[in-house]
């Protein structure tokens, strides 16, 4: 079996890791799991946690059902698959709950709505379905991690340029009531931009990320 | 085997089924302590805010201990039910008994040797659910703070209700069109949240939220309806 011999981290393997970063990314070139992309990117923290959040439940139902891929019956495999999903999120809602309590109200719905992320159904009917559990586990990774890195620079600009802060910190300076009052970029007169804090700047900031990509990377490019 | 089989399909299904609703009920209960725990302080971190404590949620027993003297559970007549907890009741659940059964949580603070009463509020916005505390200086008639939570209401209109701009303005506000006057219904006048702006020297209004306006009726509906039924008990202590 060509399979067993494969190394842990064959060239083939590495790429299950890279590729979802770059040239198969889910959000800006598979153009998946947008809604909350646009909804939880307001402050760096949730989206971290979302990010968390949504690598956990990916990797595990990618495993999970790549473990299970040879007994579940393939007329109620999308059930089977939304089970697992589902009980997944739950989980962690559950544990989000006890254990962050204040993240977890922030989140809200959009932890169920972890459910319906198409890149977690995507992946585990496109690929955990077909590959062993190892892969599957890579693949996890590389596309959870490839959602988050466009989640934290989304939510790194728009909370940067639309309240000052970063992880909520001031890192810009302190904004008073008057300029006078006020320290840092403020003292100049700066003002935040509110507009960043609005889904719609959400939209186009990740469009920007799509842009600049696809300016650098020329095999995105379609004909 | 013949996983296509309806046979191997509906056993798949059951055994499935069967063991991840274990696993999540294992789950559920385990949690559900430090679960209510966090609610329990969240209330406690809330209505300390309404008299303008600020405590974390590890520090709010302590701080809700340190502050809050009373708690009472009133009656419609305004006398106070020895046998329930104002702590334990749920608003959400008492507005739906008539008034006879309803019992009126009230807690009485002390802060800096001044008496505040802070009353939790329970309403309807444009979506959902809208609850809140407000707190009443001691001469019950003066707003000192208010604060202001939603289930579900509009980000960006009436989901403001939450921000401080909006809670800020209740400060200062009066109940009462004449203090002299007494704790008469015909002498309340309640805080309304006013569409368009309210008048600078208006007591008994605030702005309302610029498209937010159901959310905003909801709120003064809201503190009419609540405020209202601790006059009895405002009359006599």
Not at chain 1, 44 to 62: C, G, Q, R, T
Not at chain 1, 142 to 147: E, F, K, L, R, T
């Amino acid at each position: 079996m060509a399979e067993e011999k494969e190394a842990l981290f064959s060239k083939k393997n590495r790429a299950l890791l890279s590729d979802p970063l770059d040239d198969n990314n889910p959000i800006s070139v598979q153009v998946l799991g947008i809604c909350s992309a646009l909804a939880i990117t307001v402050q760096l923290k949730p989206a971290l946690v979302m990010s968390i959040a949504v690598l956990f439940v990916i990797i595990a139902s990618n495993v999970i059902v790549s473990l299970l891929r040879n007994l579940i019956p393939s007329r109620i495999r999308i059930i089977v698959q939304l089970l697992i999903v589902a009980s997944l999120v739950i989980l962690v809602d559950q544990i989000l709950k006890a254990y962050a309590y204040d993240v977890s109200k922030e989140l809200s719905v959009f932890v169920g709505l972890i459910i319906t992320n198409c890149i977690v159904m995507g992946r585990l009917e496109a690929f955990a379905l077909a590959n062993g559990p190892w892969k599957a586990f890579l693949d996890g990774v590389g596309n959870g991690a490839g959602y988050a890195l466009i989640l934290v620079i989304v939510a790194f600009f728009r909370e940067l340029l639309g309240s000052g802060k970063l992880m909520g910190f001031e890192v810009l300076g302190h904004k008073a009531k008057t300029i006078a009052e006020s320290t840092g970029v403020y003292a100049l007169g700066y003002e935040n931009n509110g507009f960043m804090l609005l889904s719609p700047m959400a939209l186009i900031t990740v469009g920007i990320i799509i842009w600049i990509q696809r300016s650098k990377n020329r095999s995105l490019i379609e004909d | 085997m013949d996983t296509n089989s309806n046979k191997y399909t509906f056993l798949f299904a059951i055994v499935m089924v069967t063991i991840i609703a274990g696993l999540l009920s294992y789950t559920a209960t385990t949690l559900k302590p430090l679960q209510q725990k966090n609610i329990r302080a969240e209330k406690m971190q809330n209505i300390l805010s309404a008299i303008g404590v600020d405590v974390s949620r590890e520090s709010a027993d302590a701080g809700f201990d340190k502050y809050i003297k009373q708690q009472l559970a009133l009656k419609k007549d305004g006398t106070v039910d020895e046998n329930s907890k104002a702590f334990e009741l749920s608003l959400k659940k008492e507005i739906k008994k008539d008034s006879i059964n309803q019992r009126l949580p009230l807690y009485i603070a002390e802060k800096e040797g001044k008496t505040f009463y802070v009353i939790p509020l329970y309403g309807a916005g444009l979506w959902d659910a809208i609850w809140g505390y407000i707190a009443l200086d001691s001469d019950k008639n003066t707003i000192v703070g208010a604060n202001f939570d939603h289930k579900g209401e509009t980000p960006g209109l009436g989901a403001e209700i939450t921000t401080d701009w909006f809670e800020e303005q209740f400060v200062g506000k009066t109940l009462l069109e004449d203090l002299e006057a007494g704790f008469a219904i015909d002498n309340f006048i309640s805080v309304k949240a006013v569409k368009g702006g309210a008048k600078a020297e208006d007591l008994h209004g605030v702005d309302g939220i610029s498209g937010g306006t159901i959310t905003s009726d909801g709120i003064s509906d809201m503190l009419q309806e609540r405020l209202a039924r601790y006059l009895p008990y405002f009359k006599n202590n």
